[in-house]
């Protein structure tokens, strides 16, 4: 196996083993610098926004992400490249 093969599993494990909020905020933290955790929270909620319908001007006001960032999200959504966003969209449709 590839050496970033296996860190990436390494990596889908660790997240697998945190049992809480909590533990999955201080790994997280510490994994991530504050640039990378907005970065992945930003494009979460361009993909909430678009699965709700939201417009792009829309978007880009309340999240301040770039038109192009939207358009990865949205080209992600549409065509299903791995489904994740599909899944955590619908475990956390009653946080949001």
């Known amino acids: 196996m590839r050496k970033s093969k296996h860190n990436i599993n390494l990596l889908y494990r660790a997240l697998l083993s945190?049992?809480?909020e909590e533990e999955c905020k201080a790994f997280l933290?510490?994994?991530c610098t504050p640039q990378e955790l907005d970065a992945m929270a930003q494009r979460l909620s361009v993909a909430v926004?678009?699965?709700?319908?939201?417009?792009?001007?829309?978007?880009?006001?309340?999240?301040?992400?770039?038109?192009?960032?939207?358009?990865r999200v949205n080209k992600t959504l549409t065509y299903q490249t791995a489904?994740?966003?599909?899944?955590?969209?619908?475990?956390?449709?009653?946080?949001?």
Not at 60 to 71: D, L
Not at 83 to 96: A, F, S
């Open 18 to 20: 945190l049992e809480n």
């Open 29 to 31: 933290e510490d994994l």
């Open 49 to 71: 926004m678009l699965n709700k319908g939201a417009v792009y001007n829309k978007i880009v006001e309340e999240t301040g992400a770039s038109t192009a960032t939207i358009s």
């Open 83 to 96: 489904g994740g966003y599909e899944i955590v969209l619908d475990r956390i449709k009653d946080y949001v």
